[in-house]
C-alpha cells in the first residue's frame, strides 16, 4: 500500500470520528486498531490534516489495491458504531463512503470537497441541480415532489427544488411581494425592486446551478453536470480551512425509485431513533428569511455580488448592466462590437487557432469570413461603416481589441461571477462569454424597452449572414 493511501484512510478516519463531536474511549480503540491495521504512523496522521475528505476518498477509489474498498467500508462501518449507535451526522460520511465504495450500490455518485463560501448551504440539505432543464426529469420532479419531500423530510434532510420557491414567490400577490422587497431593502429604488423581483421571477435551476454552486461556491465540477441531487454532508477543516463536502447523486425520470433507495440506504446505518426533523414550510403570502431562503434572497437584495442581466443598445453604442446600474466605459466602436457579437455567439464562441490540414483550411476559412460579416454588420449598427470594420481575422489588429475590452469589463464591481461576464479562452482556443442568453436584451430602433436576444431584429440579420 502507498502512503498516499495510508494519508487518505486516516483522513476519512479523522473525519468520521469529529463527525458527531464526540470523541469517546471506544472511538479512540478503534483508531489504535486502525491505525496498526493501516500502518498509519504519526507523520501520516499530519499529512492526512492538508487534504480534502474528497482527495482522500478518491485516492481510495482510484488506488487498485485488491480489497482496499471493501475492507475500509467496513471498518468504517464498525467504526461508527463503536460508541454503541450511528449518529445522524455520521451517517452523512458514510453514505458518502458507501456509494463510493461499495460495487453492490445502485446510485452512482461522486464526492466533492470546496473552502467555505459566503453562500453557504446547511448540512443535510439536498438540491435537485442540473446544467440545463431536462423535461423528464423535471416534470418526475413535479409529479412525485411530495412524496420526495416527505421521504427526506423524515430522514432529517431538506430538499430543495428552486422551480417550486419560484413558482411560490410568483404565486404571492404582487403587491405584497413587491412590499415584502421593500421591507427587506429599503434603500433599493423602484426601478431596482422591480430588477429584482424579475431576476427573481426567471431564475432556473441551471443558472441557480451555475451561478451559486459554481461561481459563488466554487463547485466547478458541476458546470456540466447531468439531472443530479446535491447534498451537503458536512465540514471540515483542511489545514486551517474550512471546506464543505458534498455528495451527488445522478438522477433521471426515476428519480422518486432513486430517492427511495437512498433513503432506505441511509435510513439502515442510523441506530439512533431520534432526531431532529426540519417541519418548516413556505405557505400562502408568506416567505421564509432564514437559512437557504433568506441566502438567496440576499442574494438579489443586497447590492453587491449580484447577477446582472446584459443590455446593447447600438443606436446609443452603449453595454448596460443594469442590475448594479453600470456602463461598460474605455471602449471604443470595435470593443462594444466585439462583445455584442461574443454575446450573440453564445456558449459557441469562436476560434482562431488555424487547422493543420487543406481540407480543415477550407472550412476554417468560411468561419472566419462570416465572423467578418457578422461583425461589420454589427459594427454598422453601432454607429460605423462596414467597409472600415477591422478585420479580426488577423492577429495583430484583433489582439488588442480583446486586451481592451478585457480590461474594461474586468473594472465592472458588484457582479459576483465577474469572470462569467468576461472574454475567456478555452482549452481548445475558443473564445465566448459564458453567460447565458435569457440575461441578453436589445433595444430596437424607436423602442425605450430592450427585447431578449433571441426575439430581436438584431438576432434575426445577424442568423441570415
Not at 433521471?252 to 442510523?270: H, P
Not at 437557504?292 to 455580488?305: M, T
Not at 457582479?415 to 440575461?439: A, C, M, Q, W
Amino acid at each position: 500500500m502507498q502512503r498516499g493511501h495510508k494519508t487518505a484512510i486516516a483522513r476519512i478516519f479523522s473525519d468520521l470520528i469529529k463527525a458527531d463531536r464526540i470523541v469517546d474511549t471506544a472511538e479512540m480503540e478503534c483508531w489504535r486498531n486502525i491505525c496498526d491495521k493501516y500502518g498509519i504512523d504519526r507523520d501520516v496522521r499530519i499529512e492526512a490534516r492538508e487534504i480534502s475528505f474528497a482527495d482522500a476518498l478518491n485516492a481510495i477509489c482510484g488506488s487498485g489495491v485488491p480489497g482496499l474498498k471493501e475492507d475500509l467500508l467496513g471498518d468504517c462501518r464498525a467504526m461508527t458504531v463503536s460508541d454503541g449507535f450511528c449518529a445522524h451526522s455520521e451517517a452523512l460520511l458514510m453514505i458518502a463512503l458507501t456509494t463510493m465504495l461499495d460495487s453492490r450500490q445502485p446510485l452512482h455518485g461522486e464526492v466533492f470537497s470546496t473552502p467555505k463560501a459566503d453562500f453557504n448551504i446547511d448540512i443535510a440539505t439536498v438540491l435537485y441541480i442540473e446544467k440545463e432543464y431536462d423535461p423528464e426529469t423535471n416534470r418526475a420532479v413535479q409529479t412525485h415532489h411530495r412524496s420526495i419531500f416527505k421521504e427526506f423530510q423524515l430522514a432529517g434532510f431538506h430538499f430543495i427544488y428552486i422551480p417550486r420557491i419560484i413558482d411560490h414567490y410568483r404565486n404571492t400577490d404582487p403587491v405584497l411581494f413587491n412590499d415584502i422587497l421593500s421591507f427587506l431593502a429599503p434603500s433599493m429604488s423602484d426601478t431596482g425592486l422591480e430588477n429584482t423581483r424579475r431576476n427573481l421571477l426567471n431564475m432556473t435551476t441551471g443558472g441557480f446551478t451555475k451561478d451559486l454552486l459554481c461561481n459563488k461556491c466554487g463547485i466547478n465540477e458541476l458546470r456540466d453536470t447531468i439531472p443530479s441531487l446535491l447534498i451537503k454532508t458536512g465540514n471540515s477543516f483542511v489545514g486551517e480551512d474550512q471546506y464543505a463536502n458534498y455528495l451527488k447523486i445522478e438522477v433521471d425520470e426515476d428519480i422518486a425509485d432513486t430517492v427511495r433507495a437512498f433513503v432506505d440506504s441511509f435510513s439502515e446505518m442510523l441506530r439512533s431513533d431520534t432526531f431532529v426533523i426540519n417541519t418548516s414550510e413556505e405557505r400562502d403570502n408568506q416567505f421564509h428569511f432564514h437559512g437557504f431562503y433568506k441566502q438567496l434572497l440576499d442574494i438579489f437584495l443586497v447590492r453587491r455580488n449580484i447577477r446582472s442581466a446584459v443590455h446593447i443598445n447600438p443606436y446609443r453604442e452603449e453595454i448596460f448592466f443594469p442590475d448594479i446600474d453600470t456602463k461598460a466605459t474605455g471602449l471604443h466602436r470595435r470593443e462594444r462590437a466585439l462583445y455584442a457579437l461574443l454575446l450573440y455567439q453564445g456558449a459557441e464562441g469562436f476560434n482562431f487557432s488555424s487547422p493543420r490540414s487543406a481540407g480543415e483550411m477550407e472550412i476554417y476559412n468560411r468561419r472566419v469570413d462570416r465572423l467578418r460579416r457578422r461583425y461589420a454588420a454589427i459594427y454598422e449598427m453601432f454607429g460605423g461603416s462596414k467597409e472600415i470594420a477591422p478585420d479580426l481575422g488577423v492577429p495583430e489588429i484583433r489582439r488588442p481589441i480583446f486586451s481592451c475590452l478585457r480590461r474594461s469589463i474586468k473594472k465592472l464591481q458588484g457582479l459576483y461571477n465577474p469572470d462569467d461576464y468576461n472574454v475567456t479562452k478555452r482549452t481548445d482556443g475558443s473564445f465566448s462569454v459564458n453567460i447565458e442568453p435569457e440575461i441578453i436584451f436589445v433595444y430596437q430602433h424607436g423602442s425605450n424597452e430592450p427585447v431578449p436576444l433571441k426575439e430581436s431584429e438584431l438576432y434575426r440579420r445577424w442568423s441570415e449572414i
